[in-house]
């Protein structure tokens, strides 16, 4: 079954900078990829998803590329504010089909003001 | 009004009791699923539940049994409670059965058992 790694357990990055999340996953190459923010005490929320069609997908100061050669997933966020600070988790399908979503165990972003 | 909640919010029992997470949702959704989060933070699916009806269960043990009265309600009723079973319990809607299919969560239910 799929395999994920957000090799990063905590990011620190000062105001204003850009913040660079990596999901990394060993197995078959799935159709989508999916990216949730989860603050603490409370459930994930949805932020964007890729296909495997689309190099990178953007939505405001957010941006998530898509390689699948690389197996791989990048997650930004440009001009970050201390109210980006959460833990990241990005999501893909555990095999191949409609299989349930397997999660990362996240990166917790800190923005430093 | 809250899209997907959930109750209690925090649960604290003895080892051995039997207890019930309900969780309710209001967006229509067909998709309802149970999720666990353990201390390591990894989000793992219990079960998943299209139209009342069970679709996926994820090699959970059978002291944790779903119960979906109707479309708005997935109910999680775990028996003889254990330590390992401390964690936090998301529930979580999708509006149909593609799992590309956004999940909306319910803020969860931190289970400590004594």
């Known amino acids: 079954s799929q395999k994920i790694e957000q090799n990063s357990e905590a990011l620190n990055i000062q105001e204003g900078k850009t913040a660079t999340l990596t999901c990394n996953y060993t197995n078959y190459s799935p159709a989508y990829l999916q990216w949730y923010r989860q603050d603490p005490g409370r459930g994930p929320v949805f932020l964007l998803l890729i296909r495997e069609n689309e190099k990178e997908k953007r939505k405001e100061r957010l941006k998530v590329t898509f390689d699948t050669t690389l197996k791989q997933s990048l997650f930004h966020i440009t001009a970050s504010q201390p109210a980006d600070s959460a833990t990241y988790l990005c999501?893909?399908?555990?095999?191949?089909?409609?299989?349930?979503?397997?999660f990362g165990k996240g990166t917790r972003l800190s923005v430093i003001a | 009004d809250t899209a997907v909640s959930q109750t209690p919010k925090y649960l604290v029992t003895q080892m051995g009791n039997d207890k019930s997470i309900k969780c309710e949702q209001n967006l229509g959704h067909d998709t309802m699923y149970w999720y666990k989060q353990d201390s390591k933070k990894f989000l793992k699916i219990m079960f998943s539940?299209?139209?009342?009806?069970?679709?996926i269960n994820e090699t959970v043990p059978n002291r944790f049994s779903p119960k979906s009265p109707d479309k708005a309600h997935l109910n999680l009723h775990i028996n003889s409670l254990e330590l390992g079973d401390s964690a936090v319990y998301f529930c979580a809607t999708a509006p149909g059965q593609n799992v590309a299919d956004t999940q909306y969560f319910g803020p969860g239910t931190r289970l400590t058992v004594l």
């Open positions: 539940y299209n139209n009342k009806e069970l679709i």
């Open positions: 999501a893909l399908p555990g095999d191949s089909g409609n299989t349930p979503l397997v």
